[in-house]
């Protein structure tokens, strides 16, 4: 079963370009657009959990 990443763009603090928080199999991630691409936000996102990988579907949350 695939997990839902709702994405939001966010104007984030500096030195911060990306967070999330998990909600069982529902992750909400915020991304700042001025210094990262979604696409590499959504990578990042992977990198600290591996087991999305192929397994996620992306939903366009409203901020």
């Not at 603090?13 to 979604?38: H, Q, Y």
Request: aromatic share 8%; net charge negative.
């Amino acid at each position: 079963m695939a997990t839902e990443v709702h994405v939001v763009e966010a104007d984030l603090d500096d030195g911060i370009v990306m967070i999330f928080k998990e909600f069982g199999r529902r992750i909400r991630m915020a991304f700042d657009p001025r210094r990262l691409t979604e696409s590499a936000a959504l990578h990042l996102l992977c990198q600290y959990l591996p087991w999305l990988a192929g397994s996620m579907n992306v939903v366009h949350a409203q901020a």
